[in-house]
T-cell receptor, first 114, second 115 residues
Framework: EAQVTQNPRYLITVTGKKLTVTCSQN?????MSWYRQDPGLGLRQIYYSMNVEVTDKGDVPEGYKVSRKEKRNFPLILESPSPNQTSLYFCASSMAGQGNSPLHFGNGTRLTVT | DQQVKQNSPSLSVQEGRISILNCDYTNSMFDYFLWYKKYPAEGPTFLISISSIKDKNEDGRFTVFLNKSAKHLSLHIVPSQPGDSAVYFC??????????????FGAGTQVVVTP
């Protein structure tokens, strides 16, 4: 089954403790992206990757890191999480990073930073 | 500053009637527009899209209209069904190559279809 898999689904952590949210897709998609969803703000892009070893900042990249060493994986790293990073995170992928290539989303990761 | 705006956070509609969701954008460089639907505890799923060279696209019960001069698009759902109860996100994709990959989303509209 074609899918985007994120892990974990739920995560509670403390301020400053490094964490990684994994994302994997099995559709051989070139483009991958991370979003956070917050009430009243919709989905805001954190980072995206047009291909292996190519990553770019989205609208809210501060406090996050990503890497794209393999086509299928695009982990999101929070080196020193803070409470304002409490949010619902989505990973997504598509054939290409253009509008006519709709995104496939994972089921989300609910992160709470205390 | 949000470039894609959905000014109605919620919409309640009776089953069988039409649902109209609105979306406004500010960036004239957007050339492709999409609607995504999201159920609780799931990721958004693609619903329908429209290119800036068109003013209407239809797919079953869903129709998207684009008014480029007004920088406005709308999604019509006819007839509305209980399974349509979800959050709907409007999204826009820019034309310029240095902005490829930077899909912009609106804040979403929660639709509730009542029996």
């Amino acid at each position: 089954e074609a899918q985007v898999t994120q892990n974990p689904r739920y995560l509670i952590t403390v301020t400053g403790k490094k964490l990684t949210v994994t994302c994997s897709q099995n559709m051989n998609h070139e483009y991958m992206s991370w979003y956070r969803q917050d009430p009243g703000l919709g989905l805001r892009q954190i980072y995206y990757s047009m291909n292996v070893e190519v990553t770019d900042k989205g609208d809210v990249p501060e406090g996050y890191k990503v890497s794209r060493k393999e086509k299928r994986n695009f982990p999101l790293i929070l080196e020193s999480p803070s409470p304002n990073q409490t949010s619902l995170y989505f990973c997504a992928s598509s054939m290409a990073g253009q509008g006519n290539s709709p995104l496939h989303f994972g089921n989300g990761t609910r992160l709470t930073v205390t | 500053d949000q470039q894609v705006k959905q000014n109605s956070p919620s919409l309640s509609v009776q089953e069988g009637r039409i649902s109209i969701l609105n979306c406004d954008y500010t960036n004239s460089m957007f050339d492709y527009f999409l609607w995504y639907k999201k159920y609780p505890a799931e990721g958004p799923t693609f619903l329908i899209s429209i290119s800036s060279i068109k003013d209407k696209n239809e797919d079953g019960r869903f129709t998207v209209f684009l008014n480029k001069s007004a920088k406005h698009l709308s999604l019509h759902i006819v007839p509305s069904q209980p399974g349509d109860s979800a959050v709907y996100f409007c999204a826009a994709s820019p034309l310029t190559t240095d902005s490829w990959g930077k899909l912009q989303f609106g804040a979403g509209t929660q639709v509730v279809v009542t029996p």
